[in-house]
C-alpha cells in the first residue's frame, strides 16, 4: 500500500517550515507557475496539495477544476503574512455542499 503524496505550493518563505512534517515542498514565485504545477502533481497522484491562499486568489479557475475530482484535494493556507479568510470559506463551502448545512457557524441556508 502506497502513502499518500502531499504537497505545498506558497512562496518559499511560507511554505519551507512544511518540508520538516514530511511534505514535499514547491516554491512558486507567479500565481501561472502555480496552476501548472498543480497540473503536473495531479498527474503524479498526490493527493493532497496545500496552497497558499495569496497565490490561490489568482488561480481560481485551476482550483475549480480539481473541486469536481476526488484527488487532488487543495487546501488553502495563510501565508506567513497572515490569512485572507480564503481557506475557511473553501472549508465551509465543502462542508456545506457534504452535509446541506452550514455546522461551522450555524447558520441555516
Known amino acids: 500500500m502506497s502513502m499518500y503524496k502531499m504537497g505545498v505550493i506558497g512562496d518559499r518563505d511560507s511554505i519551507l517550515g512544511f518540508k520538516a512534517l514530511g511534505l514535499s515542498v514547491f516554491p512558486v514565485t507567479q500565481p501561472e507557475e502555480a ?15 496545500f496552497l497558499t491562499e495569496n497565490i490561490a486568489e489568482h488561480i481560481k479557475e485551476t482550483i475549480e477544476r480539481y473541486s469536481t475530482v476526488p484527488f487532488p484535494v487543495i487546501t488553502l493556507i495563510p501565508n506567513n503574512a497572515g490569512s485572507l479568510g480564503l481557506g475557511l ?21
Open 89 to 109: 470559506k473553501g472549508v465551509k463551502a465543502s462542508v456545506e455542499k457534504a452535509l446541506g448545512v452550514d455546522i461551522l457557524f450555524g447558520e441555516r441556508g
Open 35 to 49: 496552476a501548472r504545477l498543480i497540473h503536473r502533481l495531479a498527474k503524479e497522484k498526490y493527493a493532497v496539495l
